[in-house]
């Protein structure tokens, strides 16, 4: 089993910036890839990032060139860096870590393993 726990969340103006941490421990040799997806009260939940074990990153339309991922493979820690904050971020955001296929690894439903995520408020 894999165990993810999210950091770092909170409330900030737009146009500031955050970061995220997503901690893993357990049977993450397992894995090849870990997510940030996030989920606003009545939407769908929607890939953000994601970065594989090369540490190949890809991500959502949304939030591309704003956001950035990477990983601590000696901490088993990945983080997001969101920058230019706008209102229409504000969302729960969680990390999930699988084995996914290359072509999926931004879709929530291809994940079994969550974090209990993390609030984000921006305004």
């Known amino acids: 089993h894999v165990q993810l726990v999210e950091s770092g969340g909170g409330s900030v103006q737009a146009g500031g910036s955050l970061r995220l941490s997503c901690a893993a421990s357990?049977?993450?040799?397992?894995?090849?890839?870990m997510g940030w997806f996030r989920q606003a009260p009545g939407k769908e939940r929607e890939g953000v990032a994601m970065?594989?074990?090369?540490?190949?990153?890809r991500y959502g339309d949304s939030v591309r060139h704003r956001f950035t991922t990477s990983k601590d493979s000696a901490r088993k820690t990945v983080t997001l860096q969101m920058n230019s904050l706008k209102p229409e971020d504000t969302a729960m955001y969680y990390c999930?870590?699988?084995?996914?296929?290359?072509?999926?690894?931004?879709?929530?439903?291809?994940?079994?393993?969550w974090g209990q995520g993390t609030q984000v408020t921006v305004s």
């Open positions: 970065i594989n074990r090369k540490g190949t990153t």
């Open positions: 357990g049977s993450i040799q397992r894995t090849n890839c």
């Open positions: 999930a870590a699988d084995r996914v296929p290359a072509t999926r690894r931004l879709l929530a439903r291809a994940y079994n393993h």
